[in-house]
């Protein structure tokens, strides 16, 4: 299908072709044909990670928008001092702030038009790190994280500004979802079950919403917590769906691999890996705790290997430095958490590798058990646009490989015995061959 097929305003679809997205792709053409065709609509789509989610739901909320309506806050003055009331049109919700400054610079970079005009003068609205500065300037579009909208709600959110004689004051600011045309909850299924948001935020949130908005649930997974809130909340209302069976999420194009490391000696086994290793591209390594993450960081770094860490107990600040660093190229190696298993898009990550097995903890039960959902995002860092990939995880343990057995009964695929380096290197060759391939054929269609 076309951008003109889908009916998508001419402006935007030239601008669309001009930042190189030719046309739409599959999960592209199903959510905005579905956003489109109806005035009220409850979507939940589901899509391969590296498939266009992001650009699925920009230009859903792009063709939803009226340019025309004001942008500005309501400010009132009153007994208890002033307060700012922002009304956006359109919401994205992500599940961490470094995917909601990733969507906020996609989405400036499509309505960036030539000459430096903004498409529709759109704005664009971020809240970053508590700072709700931002939203005394208006905007047609609100970008941030389930926290942040939560403390709007509440009415806990104030900020330092002047009034009209310059006088330092300090308003309030109200967020209102009465006026809202379309909420785009991204990662829908991390959202609902973190620990900042949650079923009853989550309901919250879509009961403040204007009942006629449209809303679109959006993730490469969705599992059975979200699906069983879906049959309750929207019992008496028809929700559209786009779903992927389970056994076709796997990502074709990362080849999944794994070692079996002597017991306690990954951290050993990652310097001799990349010290001997000719792979260019970046490498992101997955953990399940910041601890761990400190301590590989340390251990890596006192090897005289250059590398980065994040994760969410970082002040904000080292957080954007890390990601920048690594958005940018600068950064080879990257040691996370979960923190960045989601959303985000680089297409210089040709390496991921699990040195544990993600797993999740249920407070009800108390028990730990495999987070299947959490396995596919984080090896979907990796194999994106298009390219290929591939990951490596690390097992020291009997029970470290039957996890891994479980993961791949569970998604039905292939992860292969690594035996030695030599056989990656060989890997690393083959892939960055068939990438050069892809990206001549990106650029010339040839």
Not at 123 to 143: E, F, N, Q, T
Not at 183 to 192: K, N, P, V
């Amino acid at each position: 299908m076309s951008w003109e097929k889908l009916g998508i305003s001419t402006e935007l679809k030239d601008l669309l072709i001009q930042k190189g997205f030719t046309k739409p792709s599959r999960i592209q053409s199903s959510v905005i044909s579905k956003i489109k065709e109806k005035p009220e609509v409850v979507l939940r789509a589901q899509s391969q990670n590296g498939s266009g989610k992001t650009l699925s739901f920009l230009v859903s909320s792009l063709e939803t928008i009226d340019e025309t309506k004001s942008t500005e806050p309501s400010i009132k003055s009153g007994p208890m001092g002033v307060t700012a009331t922002f009304s956006p049109q359109a919401v994205i919700l992500s599940n961490t702030r470094e995917l909601a400054n990733q969507i906020a610079k996609v989405l400036h970079n499509i309505v960036t038009m030539p000459g430096g005009k903004t498409y529709k003068n759109l704005k664009i609205c971020l809240i970053k790190a508590g700072d709700y500065s931002s939203l005394l300037g208006g905007g047609h579009v609100l970008i941030t994280t389930p926290g942040t909208i939560i403390n709007l709600l509440k009415g806990s959110a104030k900020v330092n500004t002047v009034d009209a004689n310059q006088k330092p004051i300090t308003a309030k600011v109200n967020l209102s979802l009465k006026e809202l045309k379309i909420l785009t909850i991204d990662e829908a299924d991390d959202i609902f079950s973190g620990s900042q948001t949650g079923p009853q935020n989550t309901e919250s949130i879509l009961k403040a919403t204007n009942p006629k908005a449209k809303i679109l649930f959006i993730s490469a997974t969705f599992n059975d917590e979200l699906k069983k809130f879906f049959d309750r909340y929207y019992e008496n209302k028809q929700v559209e769906k786009i779903e992927i069976p389970q056994e076709k999420l796997n990502l074709t194009n990362v080849r999944q691999l794994f070692f079996e490391t002597d017991r306690g000696q990954k951290t050993d086994f990652l310097i001799k890996l990349l010290k001997n290793i000719g792979f260019e591209g970046q490498i992101i390594i997955f953990v399940n705790r910041t601890d761990e993450a400190n301590k590989m960081h340390k251990a890596l770094n006192d090897e005289d290997f250059k590398s980065y860490v994040l994760h969410a107990d970082l002040d904000n600040a080292e957080r954007d430095k890390a990601i920048k660093l690594f958005l940018k190229g600068d950064l080879k190696v990257l040691i996370t958490t979960n923190l960045l298993s989601r959303g985000i898009d680089n297409k210089s990550v040709g390496f991921v590798i699990n040195a544990d097995i993600p797993m999740k903890f249920d407070p009800q039960t108390r028990t730990r058990s495999i987070d299947y959902e959490c396995y596919l995002h984080r090896v979907g860092r990796t194999g994106r646009f298009g390219h290929k990939g591939i990951a490596l995880n690390l097992v020291d343990s009997s029970d470290d490989t039957k996890k891994l057995k479980d993961i791949q009964d569970y998604y039905k695929s292939e992860i292969e015995p690594l035996q030695k380096l030599s056989t990656l290197e060989a890997y690393f060759s083959e892939m960055t061959e068939d990438n050069k391939g892809i990206d001549k054929f990106l650029e010339t269609g040839k």
